[in-house]
């Protein structure tokens, strides 16, 4: 196993979502977390919350992902810290809406690229430098979505740019293979989070419920804990590396 205990994680869309269930899971193990996040008031919040419990174990920095130059500037103030990098989270996200007849649907595209492709690809860069550096390997989990193994419509931006995560995640595994780094992506159904809720989906919101099979009788979607619990195994299991892992409470199996 990857015992995370001691070890230093870079969780990106740390301060919400999923991505804080991903900070929390790493935290109650043991880990030293960086939430790296753009919205730097809920990174205040979470950091200021979370160090109530565990201390110095966590730092909070400002970042743009699909800015190059700040995510070299987040793993420098991570290094800075905490001294290493051993796993990175990229979950940091945007969603999308255009069909493909609409006429802004380059730049939509252009922005889910931007942050989910190439956000990830940049922090995936300068973190795996640092895991090379220390030479005891590491792991990266990436966040796609069910939208990144199925279709939707209106999901050019979205399916777009999670399929192309998913198909990095598998380049990057057998890429990083020789020198112990684990790379996997985790494709969640519905969450519970700042991109999905009642404000955001409206009436959406309760037919995203009900495609779900486990939402049958359960009114529910899933929460951010099980997608923590699902981040955590992925770091953890040391043989397991360049898989989709798909938590969606059935939502593809139908
Ligand atoms: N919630 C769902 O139903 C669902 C389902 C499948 C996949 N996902 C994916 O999970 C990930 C997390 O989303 P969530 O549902 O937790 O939403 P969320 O809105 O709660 O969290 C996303 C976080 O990413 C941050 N962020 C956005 N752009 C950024 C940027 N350029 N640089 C740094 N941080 C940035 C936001 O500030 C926010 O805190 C996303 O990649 C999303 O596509 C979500």
Same mark, same amino acid.
Not at 13 to 29: D, F, N, R, T
Not at 109 to 118: F, L, P, Y
Not at 162 to 184: C, E, Q, S, Y
């Given at each position: 196993?990857?015992? #995370?205990? %001691?070890? $230093?994680?870079?969780?990106? /869309? @740390? !301060?919400?979502?999923?991505?804080?269930?991903?900070?929390?899971?790493?935290?109650?193990?043991?880990?030293?977390?960086?939430?790296?996040?753009?919205?730097?008031?809920?990174?205040?919040?979470?950091?200021?919350?979370?160090?109530?419990?565990?201390?110095?174990?966590?730092?909070?920095?400002?970042?743009?992902?699909?800015?190059?130059?700040?995510?070299?500037?987040?793993?420098?103030?991570?290094?800075?810290?905490?001294?290493?990098?051993?796993?990175?989270?990229?979950?940091?996200?945007?969603?999308?809406?255009?069909?493909?007849?609409?006429?802004?649907?380059?730049?939509?595209?252009?922005?889910?690229?931007?942050?989910?492709?190439?956000?990830?690809?940049?922090?995936?860069?300068?973190? #795996?430098? %640092?895991? $090379?550096?220390?030479?005891? /390997? @590491? !792991?990266?989990?990436?966040?796609?979505?069910?939208?990144?193994?199925?279709?939707?419509?209106?999901?050019?931006?979205?399916?777009?740019?999670?399929?192309?995560?998913?198909?990095?995640?598998?380049?990057?595994?057998?890429?990083?293979?020789?020198?112990?780094?684990?790379?996997?992506?985790?494709?969640?159904?519905?969450?519970?989070?700042?991109?999905?809720?009642?404000?955001?989906?409206?009436?959406?919101?309760?037919?995203?419920?009900?495609?779900?099979?486990?939402?049958?009788?359960?009114?529910?979607?899933?929460?951010?804990?099980?997608?923590?619990?699902?981040?955590?195994?992925?770091?953890?299991?040391?043989?397991?590396?360049?898989?989709?892992?798909?938590?969606?409470?059935?939502?593809?199996?139908?």
């Amino acid at each position: 196993m990857f015992d #995370v205990k %001691e070890k $230093v994680a870079i969780v990106t /869309g @740390g !301060a919400s979502g999923i991505g804080l269930g991903a900070v929390e899971a790493l935290l109650k193990k043991g880990a030293k977390v960086v939430i790296a996040d753009y919205n730097g008031d809920a990174v205040d919040a979470q950091v200021a919350r979370l160090k109530e419990i565990y201390n110095n174990n966590v730092l909070g920095v400002k970042v743009d992902v699909s800015n190059e130059e700040c995510v070299k500037n987040m793993v420098d103030e991570t290094v800075k810290t905490f001294g290493r990098v051993d796993a990175l989270v990229n979950s940091a996200g945007v969603a999308g809406r255009c069909t493909i007849e609409d006429e802004d649907v380059v730049a939509d595209v252009k922005r889910a690229m931007d942050v989910n492709v190439n956000g990830g690809l940049y922090c995936a860069k300068y973190a #795996v430098a %640092e895991m $090379v550096k220390h030479g005891e /390997g @590491g !792991a990266i989990v990436n966040v796609a979505s069910i939208m990144g193994i199925v279709g939707t419509a209106n999901g050019s931006a979205y399916n777009g740019s999670k399929h192309a995560v998913v198909g990095m995640t598998k380049a990057w595994a057998l890429d990083l293979a020789p020198k112990n780094i684990r790379v996997n992506v985790l494709c969640p159904g519905y969450t519970d989070s700042g991109m999905c809720n009642t404000n955001t989906l409206g009436a959406f919101y309760d037919y995203a419920k009900s495609m779900h099979p486990l939402a049958a009788g359960l009114d529910r979607i899933a929460n951010a804990e099980e997608m923590g619990h699902a981040v955590m195994f992925m770091i953890e299991n040391t043989y397991l590396t360049g898989q989709a892992i798909i938590v969606d409470g059935g939502y593809t199996t139908k």
